[in-house]
């Protein structure tokens, strides 16, 4: 069992950053590739970025790729996503997720076992 808790969100001006933490507890870190998520109003959850344990490998998704960071810290088991150049699109609420480790990253929801409880995301002037 894996326990999530983001932290890191806020209002912030279009153009600003932001960085997302998610913290682990409850089991290995290690064992585990996570992932960002977000959800907009009215829209379904969609995938942000991820990273495999294994293999270090990230992906992104289109509309953040070249704005977004995502990192790890294993001595802290966080996971972390830096947000940079922020358009009020980006505003949604932010979910950390986490699932068994596999070398290929993981981009779909269905995929992720664990999840946090969110972090609010404003990008408004």
């Known amino acids: 069992q894996v326990q999530l808790v983001e932290s890191g969100g806020g209002l912030v001006q279009p153009g600003g950053s932001l960085r997302l933490s998610c913290a682990a507890s409850g089991s290995i870190f290690g064992n585990y590739n996570m992932g960002w998520f977000r959800q907009a109003p009215g829209k379904e959850r969609e995938f942000v970025s991820a990273i495999s344990w294994i293999t270090g490998s990230t992906a992104y998704a289109d509309s953040v790729k070249g704005r977004f960071t995502i990192s790890r810290d294993n001595a802290k088991n966080t996971v972390y996503l830096q947000m940079n150049s922020l358009k009020p699109e980006d505003t949604a609420v932010y979910y950390c997720?986490?699932?068994?480790?596999?070398?290929?990253?993981?981009?779909?929801?269905?995929?992720?076992?664990?999840w946090g409880q969110g972090t609010q995301v404003t990008v408004s002037s």
């Open positions: 997720a986490a699932r068994p480790q596999t070398r290929r990253v993981v981009t779909t929801t269905y995929e992720y076992d664990y």
